[in-house]
T-cell receptor
């Protein structure tokens, strides 16, 4: 099992550009999450999904959109990137009736 | 306001000693609290979970305590080794409900010197 994978690993964007981050999990987990991690701020929840076809806002959703068209994939989109979105993005998943979250390796995004 | 705080940004200890990390929270009533380990450039990895009705949990050299009256969890690593050097995050289910959404502390960076 690969667990949780994220692509790309690193990306540089210019202000105003758009991109999509892909998260995939092969553990048949119901729940998936997108976090951002910034120095001094810790991990903050952007959006989450409780199942295929569902999404919900987390603590810091502004500027991001998500989609969960397939159970194993959770996409995070930036429509118009801003320097404030420079961060490390982590995807996580967990099974139903389980509390433990499994994290991907992260995507480092730099917005110039 | 709701807060979760890990009291030390960094903790330096000598190999063989016990490392004790603290996690305090206010204005939450979590059903459980978790501890994760994060190495540089990697995602967090789950270590231990302790529920509100449990006082203590152990796993090999790791021990977690949970005091819901003090609103505090302590995370101990006994006989610490340089390989234990990492950032440790505490997380609690601050949102309630069935989504299992976690609130994370900012982490404590542990350095174990040989």
């Amino acid at each position: 099992n690969a667990g949780v994978t994220q692509t790309p690993k690193f990306r540089v964007l210019k202000t105003g550009q758009s991109m999509t981050l892909l998260c995939a999990q092969d553990m048949n987990h119901e729940y998936m999450y997108w976090y951002r991690q910034d120095p001094g701020m810790g991990l903050r929840l952007i959006h989450y999904s409780v199942g295929e076809g569902t999404t919900a806002k987390g603590e810091v959703p502004d500027g991001y959109n998500v989609s969960r068209l397939k159970k194993q994939n959770f996409l995070l989109g930036l429509e118009s990137a801003a320097p404030s979105q420079t961060s490390v993005y982590f995807c996580a998943s967990r099974g139903a009736n389980k509390e433990t979250q499994y994290f991907g390796p992260g995507t480092r995004l730099l917005v110039l | 306001s709701q807060k979760i705080e890990q009291n030390s940004e960094a903790l330096n200890i000598q190999e063989g000693k016990t490392a004790t990390l603290t996690c305090n929270y206010t204005n939450y009533s979590p059903a459980y609290l978790q501890w994760y380990r994060q190495d540089p450039g990697r995602g967090p990895v789950f270590l231990l979970l302790i529920r509100e009705n449990e006082k203590e949990k152990r796993k090999e050299r790791l021990k977690v305590t949970f005091d819901t009256t003090l609103k505090q969890s302590l995370f101990h690593i006994t006989a610490s080794q340089p390989a234990d050097s990492a950032t440790y995050l505490c997380a609690l289910d601050g949102y309630g409900g069935s989504q299992g959404n976690l609130i994370f502390g900012k982490g404590t960076k542990l350095s174990v010197k040989p």
